[in-house]
Nanobody, 128 residues
Framework: QVQLAESGGGSIQAGGSLRLSCVAG????????MGWFRQAPGKEREGVAA???????TYADSVKGRFTISRDNAKNALYLEMNGLKPDDTAMYYC??????????????????????WGQGTQVTVSS
């Protein structure tokens, strides 16, 4: 199996920055694309950003220009640099991994159905 472990969440004031990390373990050879998703109370889980094995990226419109996704394949790690945080960014953030290659993901590349492996999540709370 594959294990994903997130870290780096916390409470912060609006305008601040946080960096989330995710480390993958287990049968990592199965992994291809990786992504960050978030879920606020009472809302559906939504895609935030995704990255392919060779570095292609995509972002939700709500975070473009503020968040940056990156990965370090040598460390089996995924990161999300979040700047200019807003109260609307408050959510549980999940690391996810897909067995699919970049071009085989559904349009937008942020569909939860394409990601078979999920971490337990890390909470991000942004106060105004």
């Amino acid at each position: 199996q594959v294990q994903l472990a997130e870290s780096g969440g916390g409470s912060i004031q609006a305008g601040g920055s946080l960096r989330l990390s995710c480390v993958a373990g287990g049968l990592i050879y199965r992994l291809n694309c990786m992504g960050w998703f978030r879920q606020a109370p009472g809302k559906e889980r939504e895609g935030v950003a995704a990255i392919g094995s060779t570095g292609g990226t995509t972002y939700a419109d709500s975070v473009k220009g503020r968040f940056t996704i990156s990965r370090d394949n040598a460390k089996n790690a995924l990161y999300l640099e979040m700047n200019g945080l807003k109260p609307d960014d408050t959510a549980m953030y999940y690391c996810a991994a897909s067995r699919f290659r970049w071009n085989y993901l559904r349009p937008g590349r942020l569909d939860t159905a394409d990601y078979a492996y999920w971490g337990q999540g890390t909470q991000v709370t942004v106060s105004s």
